[in-house]
């Protein structure tokens, strides 16, 4: 029989942790979050954004779990360490979709304001999205809000 210590490495290797592993919805999710500076009203905005996406085929209570679950830890002090894990784990066009509809969500209640947008640049660098793609994004939000 192996030692203590052997199990524990085993048993380790097969738990992973809520930011590994991440699918192509946790990134969108996390990063909507994460621009949305998510409480209760934005994580149900967000919910109902993920529910009409495309890339969102599971069941809604599913899709609420796993905004429940990202909005949790990321209040928990883990915000940049979720957006790091969605740079690790996604391929540069599902970033720019993470950021596009992190963009959505942020804009759910029709303002842009300073803020947001500095937070949104932030990501924007976290994500390691270029700045031609960034600036075109924005640009487009800054026009429909004359600002």
Do not use: W
């Not at 429940?68 to 790091?84: D, H, I, P, R, W």
């Amino acid at each position: 029989m192996g030692a203590p210590e052997d199990k524990q490495n085993n048993l380790t290797a097969f738990q992973s942790g809520p930011l590994e592993d991440l699918t192509i919805q946790d990134g969108l999710i996390i990063s909507a979050v994460y621009a949305a500076h998510a409480d209760t009203e934005k994580c149900n905005q967000i919910k109902g954004l993920a529910q009409k996406h495309p890339l969102f085929v599971e069941k809604p209570e599913d899709t609420s779990s796993r905004v429940n679950k990202f909005t949790n830890l990321m209040q928990g002090g883990q915000s940049l360490k979720a957006v790091e894990a969605v740079t690790r784990s996604l391929k540069p066009a599902h970033r720019k979709q993470a950021f596009e509809f992190a963009l959505e969500a942020a804009l759910a209640d029709g303002v842009f304001t300073e803020k947001k947008k500095k937070t949104l640049l932030t990501l924007a660098t976290k994500l390691a999205l270029d700045n031609e793609f960034v600036d075109q994004k924005l640009a487009t939000i800054q026009d429909k809000s004359g600002r």
